[in-house]
């Protein structure tokens, strides 16, 4: 019985055919145009992305944060938080780090005492914001702050003037407040 013996290999089997190079200028095939396409546009997305990402959290940031330009606008911004939005959190981003601000603090605690014994409403507000420099990095800031409210069916005002000392770190902040008698 003779059986057809597999046709011999040679070392040299042949296996897929060698990649050709493509000449310069020739059209790639449209498989890879595709693949090369969607990359490029896939990595300008990303990159617009992460682009918009960073402006998004550079404006918000700017937006949010509490104005301590100069000493005027922090005294602003403080007695606008204490007084008048009664929010001690607020108004903790305008003073300093130990600040002595018990004096103001303790007249709205009185304002807050007098609305309840009285069955009121008080409402803030305040006068021209006069800055004198001082050395150093630091200020005094002196306005008149008025209170209103309704006493039986009257108005009535009071106005207290009040000075305060602010100093330059790292954007101006109120370190204390005292009114003058």
């Known amino acids: ?41 896939g990595g300008m997305v990303l990159l617009l992305c992460m682009g918009g990402v960073g402006i998004s959290y550079a404006l918000y940031d700017n937006a949010t944060a509490p104005d301590r330009s100069a000493p005027d606008v922090v005294v602003d911004n403080y007695l606008r938080a204490l ?7 607020n108004a903790a ?14 007249f709205r ?19 021209q914001l006069t800055v004198q420099s001082g050395t150093g990095g630091e200020a005094e800031v002196t306005t008149t702050v008025r209170r209103s409210g309704t006493i039986d069916g009257a108005g009535q005002s009071v106005v207290d003037v009040w000075t305060f000392r602010a100093v330059d770190q790292n954007g101006w902040r109120v370190c204390g407040a005292q009114r003058r008698e």
């Not at 055919?17 to 059209?27: E, K, L, N, T």
């Not at 007084?83 to 959190?89: A, G, H, I, K, P």
């Not at 605690?109 to 006068?127: H, K, M, P």
Request: aromatic share 4%; net charge negative; with cysteine.
């Open 83 to 89: 007084l008048v939005e009664r929010n001690d959190t």
């Open 109 to 127: 605690e009185d304002v807050i005492r007098q609305e309840a014994r009285l069955n009121t409403s008080i409402t803030f507000s305040w006068g």
């Open 93 to 106: 981003l305008y003073a300093c780090d130990e600040p002595a601000l018990e004096d103001i603090k303790a």
């Open 1 to 41: 019985m003779d059986m057809a013996q597999p046709p011999m290999r040679s070392e040299h089997t042949p296996g897929p055919p060698p990649a050709i190079p493509m000449p310069v200028g020739a059209p790639m095939p449209p498989g890879r145009r595709l693949r090369l396409t969607l990359a490029i546009v």
